[in-house]
């Protein structure tokens, strides 16, 4: 880039970096973020997250360079990812429940030059350590290292001036998603990809500077970061931010902040119409109910409805490769289609087709593919899962879903064989070579199962190899030297054999059929 279209570029301020420096200036001294009794302006957001691009320059990362974020929900993790938009570094956030390979593997797939973790989670990250090749470690809060995020964000004698220019073509984020393999794929999201999905946010779930929103999600996942956090931070409202969704503590900073907008998958909205205390509360506040991540069952949502019947609902659907919100529910659109997913948001269009990428008549089911800004650009050094992924010059999904006469959109199935438990993706494959490992298992076959918590559950179907023996929570133990907890199954059924066609393939919908129908 020539210093013509570099000035260029840094005029236009199509950039995540532009787009908080606006909200600074407009919105100054008003409280954007509040963590653990600790309150940010938007100028001081604004302020340190220069600061922290500014030290990472200084340690010698260069644009472009990837950062690792391995941990929980906190003010200094929203400031190191504001400071590498700014600084052009490329965000690779990690789920904090990862460990060994699997760790490992994300941190040198994406060639992360540098990992910032909670300081608890050092142990973990040692753990990996001799197979992840990292250059710098630091802490996002509470360590005594050379680099510690919140130090340094709070320092009013640290520099902020940056000197790079980012554009919206510039990759400023790598969001692992699991396949249906044990090796998750980075999907490479540029500033230009994650502007489009919060004007859609913005304009699809209606928020607005008077907003208070509750953020308890991992900000790791997407949903929490780039649906409600940044998207409220570029309107002008006030965030409170917390470790994890603990349901008791849900209830009671509603009532004390009177918390008007609340994200959660329907997992947690189960668990909080569940919660003893739930009627104790003063809800009253709420105005704006958002769910996705996974289906949230109908019955829950009308008792949603009815208990909270001031607050309007949003069903938001969508992946990580897209942004991730495809789709939006409107309230007023729930009272006729409360199954729906909804129809495309600002920025997306999106289809339901066959195998020839043929549009399929309403009602009938087909594979869900987009086109949109939102897009990601591509996988992290995986050539032919991106060309595979955008086939026919559209983005393929990999969810079975249908179309009705007006638009709106049904999630049917997914075509891969994953499983979306709590709101998380599960690979099936990868439990299953964890099981495999046992020497007692001859088969296994592992499917997602309705379930009252979880809305899918992992479960596992196992048949014993001639002499040997094991239980299920034998089985579950030996999971847990190789899975992160999330990905554990919830249940193990012990199987004479696997049901499989007269071509030897295993049909996992007849484990669906017969089982799911005893566990609904």
């Known amino acids: 880039m020539d210093v013509a279209n570099s000035a260029v570029a840094a005029a ?7 787009a908080l420096a606006r909200a600074a200036r407009r919105h100054g001294d008003r409280i954007a973020l509040r963590f653990d009794g600790r309150d940010w302006s938007f100028a001081d957001l604004h302020r340190a ?28 993790y929203v400031v190191a990812w504001l400071g590498c938009a700014i600084g052009g570094f490329i965000h690779v956030p990690v789920n904090y429940a990862l460990t060994g390979e699997e760790l490992s593997y994300i941190l040198n797939q994406s060639g992360a030059r540098m990992v910032l973790h909670d300081a608890d989670l050092a142990g973990t990250l040692a753990a990996a350590g001799e197979a992840a090749q990292v250059e710098w470690t630091g802490t996002l809060a509470g360590g005594d290292g050379d680099l510690d995020i919140l130090t340094v964000a709070q320092d009013p004698a640290a520099p902020a001036d940056v000197e790079v220019v980012v554009d919206a073509d510039t990759v400023v984020q790598l969001l692992y998603t699991s396949g249906t393999t044990a090796a998750p794929k980075g999907a490479m999201m540029t500033h230009g990809s994650l502007l489009a999905e919060y004007e859609s946010a913005i304009h699809d779930c209606r928020f607005a500077e008077s907003d208070r929103a509750l953020a308890a999600l991992p900000l790791y996942h997407s949903a929490q970061m780039h649906v409600f956090l940044m998207p409220q931070l570029m309107v002008g409202a006030t965030t409170l931010l917390i470790q994890a969704p603990a349901l008791k503590q849900c209830l009671e900073l509603i009532e004390a902040h009177r ?9 947690v909205w189960v668990g909080l119409l569940r919660h003893p205390d739930f009627d104790a509360h003063d809800l009253g506040s709420l105005e704006k109910l958002y769910y996705g991540a996974s289906i949230m069952p109908v019955p829950v949502l009308q008792e949603l409805r009815r208990r909270l019947p001031g607050a309007k609902p949003f069903n938001c659907y969508g992946q990580s490769e897209i942004g991730p919100l495809a789709t939006v529910l409107a309230p007023e659109e729930h009272e006729e289609r409360p199954a729906s997913a909804g129809r495309p948001v600002l920025n997306v269009e999106t289809r339901v087709v066959d195998l020839e990428m043929n549009d399929v008549p309403p009602g009938a089911h087909g594979e869900i593919v987009h086109r949109s800004p939102q897009l990601m650009v591509g996988y992290w050094d995986k050539e032919r899962e991106t060309e595979d992924a955008f086939q026919g010059a559209w983005f393929h999904s990999g969810d079975v879903g249908s179309l009705d006469e007006a638009g709106y959109l049904y999630i049917v199935d997914r075509i891969k064989d994953v499983i979306n438990t709590g709101g998380v993706v599960v690979a099936s494959r990868e439990v299953e070579e964890a099981l495999y490992t046992h020497p007692a298992v001859a088969e296994v076959a592992v499917v997602a199962l309705p379930d009252p918590k979880w809305i899918e559950a992992v479960t596992a179907f196992v048949v014993l190899r001639s002499g040997q023996s094991v239980d299920a929570e034998g089985l579950i133990a030996h999971c847990r030297g190789h899975l ?29 059929r017969a089982h799911g129908e005893r566990s609904t």
């Not at 918390?259 to 997992?267: D, N, V």
């Open 12 to 18: 236009r301020g199509i950039s995540i970096g532009g």
């Open 259 to 267: 918390i008007t907008s609340f994200f959660a998958p329907p997992t």
């Open 484 to 512: 992160a907890p999330f990905k554990l199954p919830k249940q193990v059924h012990f199987l004479d054999g696997l049901p499989r066609n007269t071509a030897g393939k295993l049909l996992k919908r007849e484990l669906r």
């Open 49 to 76: 997250a220069k600061q922290v691009a500014r030290r990472f320059q200084d340690l010698g990362l260069r644009r472009g360079d990837r950062v690792a974020a391995f941990g929980r929900n906190s003010d200094a």
